[in-house]
């Protein structure tokens, strides 16, 4: 029975992986390409041989460790129609705007330990990445897409994993050549994105959320082909937000290393 509930909380956990482990280097591997020489210098202290790449699936990984559940409330926050963040009553345990905001000023502090700092800028290149994922700005009662089922080229799916890993995979590119095809951010994008709060991503993601339903709100619209109807509709604001979140990480990681 004990291995039963523990298979179970590891597949519930699975499930709410965000943008899948492709999404997540794609982020790492953009904001690599955005530090400056001294964020560069100081990732390399702190991270040794790995990449941001490498790490940016970490926090996800974790969580099959049961000394790591108490981190699950960090990957989201679920924000109703017509509330903002400010509005919410927070959870208790913490949240992916609370997460990220902790672990900035950890990574920002010099008299933090090695191992303090490498936990945090891990968690900080998978929590961005969270953040920008829609439907981790999510609804609670169906938590965040993930009781929302989809059927994806004949196979079982949910709304949540059509956004972390479907349309991702659907593209048929590693997480590199991913990065080379949509890192093309103008000077000014890549200004104004890095001047954004934490509260601008988390609008932008709320914005998109009508549009991530359209598929299970209006099966005409989609039809036979809604895969590829879904994709056309969707592929170029999935791309922009895994984007800016590598080019926001980029932003953090040059002001608080």
Do not use: C
């Not at 920002?108 to 439907?135: C, M, T, W, Y």
């Not at 994806?152 to 059509?162: A, I, M, P, Q, R």
């Amino acid at each position: 029975m004990k291995l039963l509930v523990t298979t179970l909380a590891v597949a519930f956990s699975m499930q709410s992986f965000a943008w899948g482990p492709n999404g997540h280097r794609i982020v790492g591997e953009i904001a690599s390409k955005h530090l400056s020489a001294k964020a560069q210098k100081e990732v390399r202290k702190i991270l040794g041989t790995e990449t941001l790449a490498q790490v940016a699936v970490w926090a996800d990984f974790i969580k099959s460790d049961p000394n790591w559940r108490h981190a699950n409330p960090w990957h989201y926050v679920s924000i109703p129609d017509g509330k903002t963040y400010k509005s919410i009553d927070k959870n208790k345990k913490g949240d992916v705007v609370s997460a990220i905001e902790k672990f900035t000023k950890t990574l920002a502090n010099k008299k933090a330990s090695k191992k303090e700092r490498n936990e945090a800028l891990k968690f900080l290149v998978h929590l961005v990445g969270d953040i920008h994922q829609p439907l981790h700005v999510g609804h609670a009662h169906d938590r965040g897409g993930n009781s929302v089922e989809v059927e994806w080229f004949g196979e079982d799916s949910n709304l949540h994993k059509v956004w972390d890993e479907d349309l991702i995979e659907m593209q048929k590119l590693s997480f590199t050549e991913y990065t080379s095809f949509i890192n093309h951010a103008s000077k000014k994008d890549i200004k104004s994105w890095q001047k954004d709060g934490i509260q601008v991503w988390v609008k932008e993601s709320m914005s998109l959320r009508e549009q991530v339903y359209e598929i299970v709100k209006n099966k005409k619209k989609y039809g036979k082909y809604k895969e590829y109807t879904y994709n056309f509709v969707n592929i170029n604001d999935l791309n922009k937000r895994l984007l800016q979140a590598g080019i926001r990480l980029a932003g953090i990681l040059n002001k608080s290393l």
